[in-house]
């Protein structure tokens, strides 16, 4: 018998017509011989409404009891297709993630899956049941809270149950239904092998047999992102946020794909983001190293370690919407971008800009050899990642250095803990910590030969009345930190005085811009 997990996202159960839909298809599956488990996600908009609500009574709402209130659309949607199945004559028993035995970590919002205690579950198909569980949640570890994994989680539900359900594959059902013969993989059914760093796992290597195939079989194949498997444990290990753009370019490297189309809700990379510059224009090719900067410093059009890795293995990558069927941006190596008619290429390729970092200083810092490799080592073992650093005379003693540098803010107390408790070692006088700064950065290969772009991005700046508390270059790019009510104006401004202002407006078609 062949066990088979299927997930079904909320615009595949919108409605009760939907809802009855989806059973008489999955009661076909179990018919004709299967065990099923089925993953469902909320229905349809079910859980922005919730969000609303929650905003609604509480500007800030409770994190874990955000989570209380989010899960119950999963379980809402269980408890009705389970129903929903009865009606046809199939037996079917609804389970939340804890009763399912989804355990994860503590992480409120955004958990990660730690274990799979499916117990109940086997049981159920034993005898005969077949078993509906709610995605997208769990149950902490550690404080036995009820937890969610973050927006689109269902998917992973639905991978992790396959896997520790020993299932011959996971199916991963939405609104779309146009007839072509296709093939649904885990990540390590694809041969995604990865790291054993559950969370922030790297890929090792691809090795994808099944999906050639499949592909010479003549199905369409589709691979779970933003997962694989660890070469040393075994273990379904996760890349990280975004990472579904590494997997497909790595997947595109391993088969020897001409391209790699990377699909979201904008038109391409733009100058700017669009929702800040509404004159933002689309860029129709930039080379790998233009699009790495811009991805670094904010971009959140494509993830970095995508970029990185079709730079490394040379894989175009054709950045489109979904909504429209416009050209989009060809990411690729320079020597193969189209040259136009102008003599010269533009100096800047666009305006990036990053709310996502916190600063630092160490203020009345001992001036000695080796002071910094200290303080960078303490950030490293508590592996977190540094980006710009400064260091200047000190404003709080006469004789000693400030040292600041910017972090994700997300590891901003970490890092304020892990040098606190090494303060008297360091000898430093005092830590401020700053989360209130965004990060603004002009891009282009311009700038190696065309003199003037600092003072040009600085006056237009100052003429704003904007301070600049940081600052950090490199070959093709410009950044400043400014204060984060500024950053929107810094983008604008930055924008117009390299004159990359468009006629039109930027379309954001489902208001992510990614």
């Known amino acids: 018998m062949t066990r088979v997990v299927q997930k079904f996202g909320g615009s595949s159960v919108a ?66 297709l389970a129903m929903a199945l009865s009606d046809v004559g199939i037996p079917a028993r609804s389970y939340t993630g804890s009763q399912a035995g989804v355990i994860t970590t503590a992480a409120h919002g955004n958990a990660r899956i730690i274990d799979i205690t499916p117990g109940r579950i086997e049981k159920s198909l034993e005898a005969g049941d077949l078993v509906i569980v709610a995605g997208f949640q769990g149950v902490s570890q550690t404080t036995k809270d009820v937890t969610t994994l973050g ?24 609104d779309v239904d146009v007839g072509i013969p296709a093939r649904s993989y885990t990540g390590s059914q694809a041969g995604v092998i990865t790291t054993a760093a559950h969370g922030n796992a790297r890929i090792i290597d691809i090795t994808p047999g099944r999906i050639e195939k499949s592909l010479e079989a003549g199905d ?38 001409d391209f790699c189309e990377i699909y979201s809700d904008v038109d391409g990379v733009f100058t700017a983001d669009p929702r800040i510059v509404k004159g933002a224009r689309r860029i129709p090719e930039i080379s790998y190293e233009e699009m790495l900067e811009m991805a670094a410093c904010g971009a ?30 060809w990411v690729k190596d320079p020597t193969d971008i189209t040259k136009g008619s102008d003599m010269e290429e533009a100096i800047i390729s666009g305006v990036a800009h990053d709310r996502s970092e916190a600063k630092i200083t160490i203020a009345g810092l001992p001036d000695a050899v080796g002071r910094a490799a200290q303080i960078f080592e303490i950030i490293a073992h508590a592996d977190i990642n540094i980006d710009m650093i400064v260091q200047n005379a000190s404003r709080v003693m006469n004789g000693r250095t400030d ?31 700053n989360d209130q700064i965004g990060k603004v950065s002009v891009v282009g290969v311009g ?30 790019r410009i950044s400043v930190v400014v204060d984060a009510d500024q950053v929107d104006e810094a983008v604008r401004v930055a924008h117009t005085a390299f004159g990359l202002d468009a006629e039109g407006e930027a379309v954001v078609y489902a208001g992510t811009g990614r």
Request: net charge negative.
């Open 220 to 257: 369409l194949v589709i691979v779970a992102g933003f997962q694989g498997v660890s070469q040393t444990t075994k273990d379904v290990t996760t890349l990280g946020r975004g990472a579904s753009d590494t997997t497909a370019v790595a997947l595109a490297s391993s088969l020897g794909a």
């Open 403 to 433: 040292l600041s540098f910017t972090l994700p803010m997300n590891d901003g107390p970490t890092a304020v803990r892990a040098l606190t408790a090494v303060k008297d070692e360091l000898g430093y006088e005092q830590i401020l910590y």
């Open 447 to 476: 700038m190696r030969t065309h003199p003037g772009v600092t003072s040009t991005f600085f006056r237009a700046l100052a003429d704003c009345g904007i301070n600049l508390q940081m600052i950090s270059t490199s070959e093709i």
């Open 300 to 329: 959140k059009i494509l993830h970095l370690r995508c970029v990185e890795y079709a730079r490394r293995e040379d894989v175009p990558v054709h950045v489109r919407s979904s909504f429209s069927d416009k050209p989009g941006t």
């Open 151 to 174: 927006r689109g989680a269902s998917d992973t539900t639905a991978v992790a149950l396959a896997s520790s359900l020993g299932a011959d594959f996971c199916e991963i059902y939405s």
């Open 15 to 80: 409605d009760a017509a939907s809802i009855k839909r989806v059973a008489r298809r999955i009661a076909a599956t179990k018919q004709a011989g299967n065990d099923i488990v089925v993953v469902i996600s909320a229905m349809g908009d079910t859980t922005d409404d919730l969000m609303d609500l929650a905003l609604e009574v509480s500007p800030q709402p409770a994190p874990r009891e955000l989570d209380m209130l989010l899960t119950t659309g999963e379980r809402q949607s269980a408890a009705l």
